[in-house]
């Protein structure tokens, strides 16, 4: 199994430009998430899915949306790219709420 | 609002000694809680979880943490540190009610010296 794949590992935008990060499991995991990592804040959840065509917010969501018409994919959209949004992207997935989370490696993403 | 606070950026403790990170939590309801690993230019890996029952939790690579309910606390613990140990270490604690988000801890950074 591949797990938690995100696509692309780097990259970098200018001020303004669109962009959608991917996330992809082959797991059948109804959870799937998206989180920022930024130096001494943790990570911050931005938006989440509890199935295909159910998302919510979570603590830092403006600046990004997100679908989920698969079980499989959650993609993050970036609709107007500030270097606020400079940090490293995370998806991660679980099959129920007791259970783990599985992450991806990453985007690395710089605004310039 | 649920809270995870982890009160040391960083950690340093000599090869073979003992180690502990701390976690505290804050959350309305019984709590579920998480220790994740990450290394370098790697996603979170799991460690252990509490979710019920036993409050000493052993988990992978020699970790254990034990849930303390009336400090509040899930601190990490191994006999005995491994250079290898040296990573970035996450507490998050989940509300057991309903869907509740996963909150993080800010992360404590364990350095195990030869």
């Known amino acids: 199994n591949a797990g938690v794949t995100q696509t692309p590992k780097f990259q970098v935008l200018k001020t303004g430009q669109s962009m959608t990060l991917q996330c992809a499991q082959d797991?059948?995991?109804?959870?799937m998430s998206w989180y920022r990592q930024d130096p001494g804040m943790g990570l911050r959840l931005i938006h989440y899915?509890?199935?295909?065509?159910?998302?919510d917010q979570g603590e830092v969501p403006n600046g990004y949306n997100v679908s989920r018409s698969t079980t499989e994919d959650f993609p993050l959209r970036l609709l107007s790219a500030a270097p606020s949004q400079t940090s490293v992207y995370f998806c991660?997935?679980?099959?129920?709420?007791?259970?783990?989370?599985?992450f991806g490696d990453g985007t690395r993403l710089s605004i310039l | 609002a649920q809270s995870v606070a982890q009160p040391e950026d960083q950690v340093n403790v000599a090869e073979g000694n003992p180690l502990t990170v701390k976690c505290t939590y804050s959350v309305s309801g019984n709590p579920y809680l998480f220790w994740y690993v990450q290394y370098p230019n790697r996603g979170l890996q799991f460690l252990l979880k509490y979710i019920t029952g036993d409050n000493l939790v052993k988990g992978s690579y020699g970790f254990e943490a034990e849930f303390n309910k009336s400090q509040t606390s899930f601190h990490l613990k191994k006999p005995s540190a491994l250079v290898s140990d040296s990573a970035l270490y996450f507490c998050a604690v989940r509300n057991s009610g309903g869907y509740q988000k996963v909150t993080f801890g800010t992360g404590t950074k364990l350095q195990v010296i030869p």
């Open positions: 899915s509890v199935g295909a065509g159910i998302t």
């Open positions: 991660a997935s679980s099959y129920g709420r007791r259970e783990t989370q599985h």
């Open positions: 797991m059948n995991h109804e959870y």
